[in-house]
Nanobody, 123 residues
Framework: QVQLVESGGGAVQAGGSLRLSCAAS????????IGWFRQAPGKAREGVAV????????SYGDSVKGRFTISQNNAKNLLYLQMNSLKAEDSGMYYC????????????????WGQGTQVTVSS
C-alpha cells in the first residue's frame, strides 16, 4: 500500500520561507515521476515542481522558478520543497504525488497522492 505524507506547511508572511517534506512508504521514488502540486480555492490543481525518474530532469512551474527548489533523498524515500520569497499567491494546499507515468507535469496522470499540507502566505 502506497502512502505519501506531507508535512511542513503553515502560515508565513510574504517574503518568508517554508520547507515541505513528503515521506513515502510502499513506493520507491526512483521508479517514476515525483513532484509537488498545489491547489488554491476555486482554482485547478497546478504543478509546482516535478522530478523525472532517476532525477535527471526537473521542471518548475513558471510562477515559482528561482524561488522554489525540489529535492529528494532516495535512501530515505523523502521529497522536499524549499520555498523562498513566498508570495500571497503561493497560498494553497500543497500535495506530494508519485506515479510510474512519464508525463510528470500533468497531475491527471498521477495515481498516488498525499493528503496535502496547507500553506498560507499573508501580505
Amino acid at each position: 500500500q502506497v502512502q505519501l505524507v506531507e508535512s511542513g506547511g503553515g502560515a508565513v508572511q510574504a517574503g518568508g520561507s517554508l520547507r515541505l517534506s513528503c515521506a513515502a512508504s510502499g513506493y520507491t521514488f526512483s521508479t517514476g515521476c515525483i513532484g509537488w502540486f498545489r491547489q488554491a480555492p476555486g482554482k485547478a490543481r497546478e504543478g509546482v515542481a516535478v522530478i523525472w525518474p532517476g532525477g535527471g530532469s526537473i521542471s518548475y512551474g513558471d510562477s515559482v522558478k528561482g524561488r522554489f527548489t525540489i529535492s529528494q533523498n532516495n535512501a530515505k524515500n523523502l521529497l522536499y520543497l524549499q520555498m523562498n520569497s513566498l508570495k500571497a499567491e503561493d497560498s494553497g494546499m500543497y500535495y506530494c504525488a508519485a506515479d510510474s507515468t512519464l508525463r510528470c507535469r500533468e497531475p491527471l496522470y498521477y495515481k498516488y497522492w498525499g493528503q496535502g499540507t496547507q500553506v498560507t502566505v499573508s501580505s
